[in-house]
Structures are given as structure tokens and as C-alpha cells.
């Protein structure tokens, strides 16, 4: 079976500090990986996937994700935080193009002025 | 355009009682998702929906759970004899369609569920 486990539930980093939330997973076959955040009254939104190929993916805000087969991660980073992004970040993995979500339990980011 | 919307976006209820969830997809999206997410918990799968049936409800939890969606567009979450387990934020998502190639399920901000 599918799981995820986000080591991490708070962080707290100052503003312009960089940032590394950790993912780790559990899959049979090759994962779908995915970041989601979530804002107080908001949607999750995407941040990035990976389905294959290049093991270092962009995504939106400046967030960066690197996929490691060897240890079963999926690390989302950031080079220099923004207030902004205190939030609620998510991994995931799925199959079929990650259409059945297994969602890891989240990490709380706050971020210090 | 307009996204996911969820109405209401806070409900209180009493043991016992029911319920009713709904949720507005993105217009033109054939599946719809619905989540519930417990606190301190990541969102956990409930349903799916292809156009109008049901395509897989392996995630409900009881059979006080029930959706529907009627005319394949807006979805109803029906909640029976509450329980204050039942207590969470229930995400609604839609994405253009399911096949075997990546659709974007998109979110809407939830209805936060209080059973007393």
C-alpha cells in the first residue's frame, strides 16, 4: 500500500532563510509525486509533480522539488523564504498519473519576520 | 475563471443529525473528488466521480456516507446520523477528466464539518 510520512509537522524559518521540507514515501512501482499548499481559506494548490525523467523539478513560487529513488524522498526547497509562504504543505504520491491521491499528514510552515 | 466552490463553508451540527455538503466544479470537468481531511491528517480519499455514477466509493467510510451527482455537474456529500468522528474539512476537487494521462485535480477551499 501507498503511504507518506512528512518527518516534520512545524517549522519555523525567518524571512530570506532557505527551506527544505522533507517527503518521504512508500510505493510498489515507479511513484507520481507531488507538493500541495494549503492557505488558511484556500484551496490546496499544486506547487509541482513528478511523473519521470529529470529528477529535479521546478514548480511555481520559487519551489524546487528533487526526487531520490535511493531513498525513497521526494524534498521540496526553497533558496529564501517569503513571508507569504506560511502555510500548510502536503506530499503526495499516487498512481495513474496520480489520479488516487495517498496524501502524507502535512508540515506546517511558519515564517518569522 | 471561477474555481471549486463549496457551500457552506462552516457547518455546526448536532449528533444525530443530517447533513447535506455540496460542491461546484470547475465548469466542463467530467470527475469529481471528494477529500476529508481530519486535523493534524493529510486529505483522505472518499469518492470519484465520471460524469454522473459513482466510478469508485472505496473510501467512504460507512454507509452513513453517501454522494450523489445528479445531472453530472454539481456534487452533494449526504451525511447521516452524525457522529462527532465525522468532525473534519471536507475538499471538494474536479479535473477535466480521468484517463490514463495526468489531469490536474483542482480544489476547493472545503466545508469545515463540527458535530457536537
Known amino acids: 500500500a501507498q503511504s507518506v510520512t512528512q518527518p516534520d509537522i512545524h517549522i519555523t524559518v525567518s524571512e530570506g532563510a532557505s527551506l527544505e521540507l522533507r517527503c518521504n514515501y512508500s510505493?510498489?512501482?515507479?511513484?507520481?509525486l507531488f507538493w500541495y499548499v494549503q492557505s488558511p481559506g484556500q484551496g490546496l494548490q499544486l506547487l509541482l509533480k513528478?511523473?519521470?525523467?529529470?529528477?529535479l523539478v521546478q514548480g511555481i513560487k520559487g519551489f524546487e522539488a528533487e526526487f531520490k529513488r535511493s531513498q525513497s524522498s521526494f524534498n521540496l526547497r526553497k533558496p529564501s523564504v517569503h513571508w507569504s509562504d506560511a502555510a500548510e504543505y502536503f506530499c503526495?504520491?499516487?498512481?495513474?498519473?496520480?489520479?488516487?491521491?495517498?496524501f502524507g499528514p502535512g508540515t506546517r510552515l511558519s515564517v518569522l519576520p | 475563471g471561477a474555481g471549486v466552490s463549496q457551500t457552506p463553508s462552516n457547518k455546526v451540527t448536532e449528533k444525530g443529525k443530517y447533513v447535506e455538503l455540496r460542491c461546484d466544479p470547475i465548469?466542463?470537468?467530467?470527475?469529481l473528488y471528494w477529500y476529508r481531511q481530519s486535523l493534524g491528517q493529510g486529505p483522505e480519499f472518499l469518492i470519484y466521480f465520471q460524469g454522473t455514477g459513482a466510478a469508485d466509493d472505496s473510501g467512504l467510510p460507512n454507509d452513513r456516507f453517501f454522494a450523489v451527482r445528479p445531472e453530472g455537474s454539481v456534487s452533494t456529500l449526504k451525511i447521516q446520523r452524525t457522529e462527532r468522528g465525522d468532525s473534519a474539512v471536507y475538499l471538494c476537487a474536479s479535473s477535466l477528466r480521468r484517463d490514463n494521462s495526468y489531469n490536474e485535480q483542482f480544489f476547493g477551499p472545503g466545508t469545515r464539518l463540527t458535530v457536537l
Open positions: 465548469s466542463g470537468h467530467t470527475a
Open positions: 503526495a504520491v499516487g498512481d495513474n498519473y496520480g489520479q488516487n491521491f495517498v
Open positions: 510505493y510498489g512501482a515507479t511513484p507520481y
Open positions: 513528478y511523473f519521470s525523467g529529470d529528477t
